[in-house]
Structures are given as structure tokens and as C-alpha cells.
């Protein structure tokens, strides 16, 4: 059963301070991770995907990935109340046809 | 802009009812997938299609079925509706193929579906 976990939350952060997000994986063989947000009564849209170990910018989003330790996060700089939502990880086996598989996603709250 | 297209943003349908969700993509994405959201439990996968006709169960088929007649267009089908299958229903497509890294499943709106 590939399954993908990750902290509830809610996760509360001060504003202007970093987030940090974390998940972690159980099927060695996937090979891409993306970081989804969730707005309340929305659906998911893309903030980041990462396929290589390291770490991968775009903006104040920074994800990062170490496969050994099967174990993806997603970091956000300079929080804002607009970062306030339900976060979704989700693994990939690489090329398949098989979807995504996602976390129960982390529910980030940025205090003003 | 890339756009997923479901046909109905809130429905209420009667226990025993046969209900139809469509989803149409306009991305060209061989994959599409019908997840269904509930508190607590995250999105789950109901069935995905990663080609005209084909179809493949995922984690909660029971209760429901689906059908793509056309690359575009996937149906989802709740035979007989029951109070248990009120929730959020997700339709997303993705890309296929092998070395594909980037396989983003791009979302609908969503369809919140009351059972009463």
C-alpha cells in the first residue's frame, strides 16, 4: 500500500516567519513529489514539484527531497495570512499511469 | 489556460438516485481521475482512465463506475446514491509516459454532492 503521510496540523505560524511542511513516503519506488495548496472549499492547485534530491526554489517556496530518507518539505519564507491553507503533499511512481498518491495534507494558520 | 471542467459545482440527489458527474479537460492529458475529499480522510482515489475506454479501479470503487467515450470527457457514475457518498468529488487530468516527471494532476472545480 503506497501511502503518503503527513502532519495534521494545524500548524501556526507568525507572520513574516518561515513554514515548514513535512511529509514523508512509503513507496521507494516514486519518483516525483508535489506540494499542492488548498484553499477552504477549493480545489487543489500546484505550488512546487520536485523529482531530483535537494532542494528546488520558486519565490518564497523552497521544496526539498531526500530519497534515502524518503522524506519530502516544503518550506515557506516570509509568511503571509494568505499562505493560511490546507497544504497537500502528493508522490508520483514516475511515468505511470497510475495518479497520484496524497497525503491527508497539513493545515497551516499564519498569525497576523 | 489550461482548464478541468466539471459539469455541476453543488448537487442534491435522493437516496436510489442514479447520478452523473462529468469532467471535461481541454489539455489533451491521457490521464484523468475521479477522487472523492472528506475531513480527515484527504482525497482518495475513486477510478482513473489513462486512455479512451480503459479504466482502472482505485483505493474506493464500490457504489460507483465511470465511463470515457472520448479522450476529453470522464464520467462518473453513482449507481444508486447513498447518504454515504456525500462529499467533495474531484475530476483531474495529468500527462502519461514514461520519463514524464513532471505529471501534475490539474484539478476541477469540485462537486459537492448532498445525498439526502
Known amino acids: 500500500q503506497k501511502e503518503v503521510e503527513q502532519n495534521s496540523g494545524p500548524l501556526s505560524v507568525p507572520e513574516g516567519a518561515i513554514a515548514s511542511l513535512n511529509c514523508t513516503y512509503s513507496d521507494r519506488g516514486s519518483q516525483s513529489f508535489f506540494w499542492y495548496r488548498q484553499y477552504s472549499g477549493k480545489s487543489p492547485e500546484l505550488i512546487m514539484f520536485i523529482y531530483s534530491n535537494g532542494d528546488k526554489e520558486d519565490g518564497r517556496f523552497t521544496a526539498q527531497l531526500n530519497k534515502a530518507s524518503q522524506y519530502v518539505s516544503l518550506l515557506i519564507r516570509d509568511s503571509q495570512p494568505s499562505d493560511s491553507a490546507t497544504y497537500l503533499c502528493?508522490?508520483?511512481?514516475?511515468?505511470?499511469?497510475?495518479?497520484?498518491?496524497f497525503g491527508k495534507g497539513t493545515h497551516l494558520i499564519i498569525q497576523p | 489556460d489550461v482548464k478541468v471542467t466539471q459539469s455541476s459545482r453543488y448537487l442534491v440527489k435522493r437516496t436510489g438516485e442514479k447520478v452523473f458527474l462529468e469532467c471535461v479537460q481541454d489539455m489533451d492529458h491521457e490521464n484523468m481521475f475521479w477522487y472523492r475529499q472528506d475531513p480527515g480522510l484527504g482525497l482518495r482515489l475513486i477510478y482513473f482512465?489513462?486512455?479512451?475506454?480503459m479504466k482502472e479501479k482505485g483505493d474506493i470503487p464500490e457504489g460507483y463506475s465511470v465511463s470515457r467515450e472520448k479522450k476529453e470527457r470522464f464520467s462518473l457514475i453513482l449507481e444508486s446514491a447513498s447518504t454515504n457518498q456525500t462529499s467533495m468529488y474531484l475530476c483531474a487530468s495529468s500527462l502519461w509516459g514514461q520519463g514524464i516527471m513532471n505529471t501534475e494532476a490539474f484539478f476541477g472545480q469540485g462537486t459537492r454532492l448532498t445525498v439526502v
Open positions: 502528493a508522490a508520483e511512481p514516475g511515468g505511470g499511469a497510475d495518479g497520484l498518491t
Open positions: 482512465s489513462y486512455d479512451v475506454k
